[in-house]
């Protein structure tokens, strides 16, 4: 038999603490905050995913014809009776106008991260880094607003045209994501170890030589991250991007002529349709097509980061 002490030892020892109960409730917390977000990013992806397929099934589009029609004018009929929902000049005109800024800001980017880190730190930390911190509050229609004033009208003036166009929106989106990439790249130097520089210079090298053979080489994998996520963040940019490149639903034939992308034509059209009809379908099936695009960047992301842990 158990005495009346032992009893109340036992249930004191069963009794959790007061650092217990505050670890379950932390625990609980987040799990239910986790859940909620993986909750949230589903509900997202399968309400614009059911959108953007009604264009198909609803509708009776034929895919291929979205994906490589060259003309987009939902609101009315070819020769053959099928709606003009082409969308390729919209996605060609995002993906050059993402490939082209990313090929810009790169060396910028390196550069700079390189400078902050590797040769000047004090100085880098004093000047350039509050300028990159800066750069990234600015709002997006900042942007447009300094693209439409300055950038449109200096192309007008050298390349003739409009300005408007593919050019335009390059050299704003190039501004918009070099903070971006240039604070990763700087993250991805920083994490190189101490002792590959050390070893490097033991060996003779030059400080020039340790940067681009040892440390650049070392921190590729987190290099091409930045670039990769600088790319879906210009792949996504809507606001800047419409004010610049002209929102024609045309194949771009070249730089300076005015073009669309996938974001500048969901923006100026969605307010002006009516849900359920075609016109508003076809929108959805382009906001689909974006969020693949970004859930593929996303992809590549994570592959480049496993490849770098690898390694």
Not at 199 to 213: E, F, R, V
Not at 227 to 232: D, E, K, L, N
Not at 260 to 287: D, F, P, Y
Request: charged share 10%.
């Amino acid at each position: 038999m158990k005495t009346k002490t032992t009893q109340q030892l036992e249930q004191q020892l069963k009794r959790h603490s007061k650092a217990a109960k505050l670890e379950i409730w932390g625990r609980t917390i987040s799990l239910t905050a986790l859940l909620l977000i993986v909750a949230v990013v589903v509900a997202i992806i399968g309400f614009v995913a059911s959108k953007g397929i009604a264009t198909f099934t609803s509708n009776h589009v034929n895919l291929g014809d979205f994906l490589t029609g060259k003309s987009w004018n939902p609101n009315i009929t070819d020769a053959n009776g099928k709606p003009e929902v082409g969308a390729l000049p919209m996605i060609v005109g995002s993906f050059l106008i993402t490939i082209l800024s990313a090929i810009v800001a790169t060396p910028f980017a390196i550069g700079t991260a390189v400078f902050m880190n590797e040769i000047s730190p004090n100085k880098g930390a004093k000047i350039l880094q509050p300028v990159t911190e800066l750069l990234v509050g600015i709002p997006s229609v900042v942007y447009g607003f300094i693209g439409l004033s300055v950038v449109v009208p200096t192309t007008r003036a050298i390349f003739g045209g409009s300005g408007f166009g593919i050019l335009s929106g390059t050299c704003v989106l190039f501004v918009m994501i070099l903070p971006t990439v240039t604070s990763m790249s700087a993250d991805a130097l920083k994490s190189v170890p101490r002792y590959y520089r050390e070893a490097s210079l033991a060996l003779g090298a030059t400080q020039w030589q340790t940067i681009y053979k040892v440390v650049l080489r070392a921190a590729t994998p987190g290099l091409m991250t930045a670039v990769v996520f600088g790319m879906a963040r210009a792949f996504g940019e809507a606001l800047a991007v419409q004010m610049v490149i002209g929102n024609a639903a045309l194949m771009p034939n070249s730089l300076v002529s005015p073009s669309s992308t996938l974001t500048s034509v969901l923006t100026t059209g969605i307010g002006n349709t009516v849900m359920g009809s075609l016109q508003n379908n076809a929108l959805w099936s382009l906001a689909l097509v974006l969020l693949l695009m970004s859930l593929v960047f996303n992809l590549i992301i994570r592959l480049i980061g496993r490849k770098g842990r690898l390694q």
